[in-house]
């Protein structure tokens, strides 16, 4: 088999990262509701729909896919307890000193520059909305990977915000000037982080 035929489509792996998400109790809503506290106080005219727009351009970039992946992945064969010892028993019981689940989170942040990278070590430390009940859920489900995954999407999607919003103000508008998906890609408004 080539390399070509043996490649996975991008929209295979765009649905199989978004319905890993979902299959885990987490919506595109609940991580835009993270981002929208993160960024209405810089954003005039900001609304929960720009945020859930941001949020989908950040789940189409193959890094984050690619850490949603594997992190889900690792959280999933944690709950069947399908992982070899001492790997099991680290990943269940989400050791603070582990940190591969906040490096593959990181990892995943920085196409969207330092914005992102210092938005997400605030949201793993304060833990707002969906992130805290993913933390706090002991002893139903593992979710040592995906509360840093959830973190790592909402810091991507502020820090695209927080762009654009230099982008309106250098064209005189705000926020109240576009509809939210005016944000996605083909926007009036260009930007190499879309
Ligand atoms: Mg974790």
């Not at 890993?20 to 609940?30: C, D, F, N, Q, S």
């Amino acid at each position: 088999m080539d390399r070509q035929t043996s490649r996975v489509h991008s929209r295979v792996v765009e649905k199989a990262a978004n319905d890993a998400l979902l299959r885990r109790g987490v919506t595109i809503e609940e991580i835009a509701k993270i981002v929208y506290e993160m960024q209405t106080p810089y954003n005039k005219g900001l609304t929960i729909d720009h945020c859930v727009e941001s949020v989908k351009s950040v789940l189409k970039k193959r890094e984050m896919q690619h850490a949603i992946l594997v992190g889900v992945e690792l959280d999933e064969l944690a709950e069947k307890k399908m992982l070899s010892a001492p790997l099991q028993q680290i990943v269940e019981a989400d050791e603070g000193l582990f940190g591969v689940d906040e490096t593959i989170a990181l990892g995943a942040v920085f196409t969207y520059g330092s914005i992102a990278v210092t938005t997400f070590g605030h949201l793993d430390k304060n833990k707002i909305g969906i992130i805290s009940k993913l933390d706090t859920k002991i002893g139903i489900g593992v979710h040592t990977f995906l509360d840093d995954l959830v973190c790592s999407i909402a810091a991507s999607a502020a820090s695209r915000l927080a762009h654009r919003t230099r982008d309106l103000e250098e064209a005189n508008e705000t926020f109240e000037d576009i509809k939210p998906e005016e944000t996605a890609p083909e926007s009036k408004i260009k930007d190499v982080r879309t």
